[in-house]
């Protein structure tokens, strides 16, 4: 390292920037206590389906049919459930399985509505991403996928197995894929032309946005605000939880005050606690 390179001051991925706004409490359960959380079907079902589109452009462009989609699910939840073997008791019995993976099938069926992968040829697929802005602070994720048009010009593009949101609610979309074209025009210099959700849950759904210098400048503002959030209650070891309709499917409830519980003790941070390098699991952000 240079005397020009920042001492990098801590890291932040767009999952759990989106896990302290909903909860600082759950930020500090899943980042600094470390506390395991039982897979969720949900979150697991989107992983095989991220690997399946993902494997899908391994294929020639003629190839890449529904079919083909679809040949390439089971081979993918046969290595996930080899990797972690504990998600075969997400189910109740077979016919859940089964369901589960017919729900899988109807995104994949369903993509093919929304975009035409046989005249697709992107550049990037599961792209890890980093950049370390003036503070010191790290910015790191996973891009689904990144599509360069001959001009040079930048689509990045992420899959969500969930519904569309509503109006209310696409702002907190979007922070994600801001997010990225935040760490990318850091990285390569220029702005990406385009950033679009493809949601493959209810009926389908393409969201797209065109972000300009002042969105991400705005959003680097943010993130900056986030992490002095987070510095604060790292200090004062105060983490607050932020009731809402999502703690209906967390993990917590039992260590949460809003619930009755009692947190543990906060562990002793140690240099390095929130600039640990992970790999992306069933946990993170779909």
């Known amino acids: 390292m ?19 706004m909903t909860c600082p409490l759950l930020y500090r359960f899943r980042v600094i206590d470390r506390i395991p959380e039982k897979p ?85 697929r599961e792209l890890y991403v980093e950049a370390v802005l003036d503070s010191g602070l790290m910015l790191r994720g996973y891009i689904d996928r990144l599509d360069v048009a001959p001009s040079g010009e930048v689509r990045v593009v992420d899959y969500k197995t969930g519904s569309a949101p509503g ?23 220029a702005i990406p032309r385009l950033l679009q959700l493809v949601y493959l849950g209810g009926g389908g759904e393409v969201l797209r946005y065109a972000p300009d210098e002042a969105d991400l400048r705005a959003t680097e503002r943010k993130v900056q605000a986030l992490w002095a959030a987070i510095e604060r209650a790292l200090e004062t070891g105060e983490w607050r939880a932020r009731p809402s309709r999502l703690c209906d499917w967390c993990d917590h409830q039992a260590l949460c005050p809003e619930y009755g519980g009692t947190p543990p003790p906060v562990p002793a941070r140690q240099p390095g606690d929130t600039v640990r390098s992970s790999r992306r699991t069933a946990t993170d952000e779909l």
């Open 2 to 20: 240079t005397l020009t390179e920042p001492v990098i001051i801590g890291a932040l991925s767009p999952s759990r920037a989106g896990d302290f």
């Open 40 to 124: 969720s079907a949900a979150a697991v079902r989107g992983t095989v389906v991220h690997a399946v589109l993902e494997r899908l452009y391994d294929l020639p462009a003629p190839r890449r049919s529904v079919e083909a989609a679809l040949e390439l699910l089971e081979p993918q939840w046969d290595r996930l459930l080899g990797e972690e073997p504990a998600y075969a008791q997400m189910f109740a019995d077979e016919a859940e399985q089964r369901e589960w993976l017919g729900q899988a099938r109807s995104m994949l069926e369903r993509y093919f509505t929304l975009e035409d992968p046989t005249r697709l040829e992107p550049a990037e």
């Open 167 to 189: 109006p209310d609610f696409e702002a907190k979309a979007l922070f994600q894929m801001k997010f990225y074209a935040l760490v990318l025009w850091r990285l390569r210099g």
